[in-house]
């Protein structure tokens, strides 16, 4: 699937009007079953509400990116009326499923990397690096601040803080993209935050997420190379040595990322359901602060060392925008907690959202003079899953 195109009308296709008539009639029946007292029935309208919501979105150029957070939005709802459905299939613990699920999700993304990539720091090395340095500072500290200030606790403080300090992912290319600005930056600072993530994501969580749980380097840095950096550089190769099957891989990888990840989220809220509901309001406030607060930062910071307007939203999407299935795995992998990895199901889809937004603002508001850095390889809506 390419890249949105702006809708020329603003009635939208028969497909998309029927998709959002059904959906209004879901919500109907939602408000129905609850006057009626069958509040057990009212998950299976706002689940099937939001579902046909999302194909409304799919299947109009101008809503196409909300897409994945509206199908994100449908499998929450569905596992916080029916947790059973997420926890276990036939004695199978679901949980287990997590970690290939984010494997499958970094090999697509490896798929999408070329050695290339990693060379263009030679070419801009200024902009990477105060890139990397803002990736890796703003957003932790923002985290630790952050759920000091909401008042959340243990795990759930933690999963803030450890979605912070994660790589950036496919997601911030996409965004990057949209906004028309630094395509080839972006793509190299999310290439270089996962090869650099082994030493930074667990020296930030050591320092900062210290005085909640005890946090062991060693099996955090281990759990990184197996989850994320082998299966990325096991995409990189088959993409430089198989490109051909890379090149057929594309056409599927993207949409079973996008699925992946909302099946790692539900398999999240699931499991602690109880956790979210006690915490939901202040975390869904500290995840919107945190995300805003890197855009800003990522931005006026660049701003101030010294990178042009164009380079510094590069820089401000790449900042405010994490690897959610990343700090998933690692919070089902080292952490071994459910609630740790709450923080990366609400923060992530929020901040494909907010980006979308900022994205589309900046590329009504850019000037001809700063046109972008072309690049050759143009991701996919669905990439937005990584």
Known sequence: MSLPSQAKGSRGSAPTRYLLALSGCAVTATLA???????????????????????????????QRLAFALWVLAFAACAISYPRAFTSWGGFELKQAVIPLVQLIMFGMGTTLAFGDFARVIRMPKAVLIGLGLQYTVMP???????????????????????????????????????????????????????????????????????????????????????????????????????????????????????????????????????????????????????????????????????????????SIEVGMQNGGMATGLAFDVLRSSAAALPSAVEGPWAAVAGAGLASFWRRSRRPAQASPKDSRVPTPESSAG
């Open 141 to 315: 500290l923002m985290g630790w601040t952050y759920a000091a200030l909401f008042g959340l606790q243990g795990e759930v403080a933690v999963g803030l803080i450890l979605y912070g300090a994660c790589a950036g992912g496919v997601s911030s290319n996409v965004i990057t993209y949209i906004a028309g600005a630094n395509l080839a930056l972006s793509v190299t600072m999310t290439a270089c935050s996962t090869v650099m993530a082994p030493l930074m994501t667990p020296f930030a969580m050591k320092m900062l997420a210290g005085q909640y749980l005890p946090i062991e380097l060693v099996p955090m840095m281990i759990s990184i190379l197996k989850m994320i950096l082998a299966p990325v550089l096991a995409g990189l190769l088959v993409n430089r040595y198989a490109h051909r099957f890379a090149t057929w891989a594309s056409r599927w990888l993207p949409g079973v990322s996008m699925w992946g990840i909302c099946t790692v989220i539900a398999i999240t809220i699931a499991l602690s359901r109880d956790d979210l509901m006690a915490v939901a309001a202040p975390l869904l406030g500290a995840a919107i602060c945190h995300n805003t607060t890197g855009f800003a930062l990522g931005y006026w910071s660049a701003r101030v060392f010294g990178l042009n307007r164009i380079d510094s939203r590069t820089v």
């Open 33 to 63: 079953f609850n006057l009626a007292g069958m509040n057990h029935l009212s998950g299976i309208g706002v689940t099937a509400g939001l579902a046909l919501l999302a194909m409304a979105a799919l299947s109009s150029p101008r809503f």
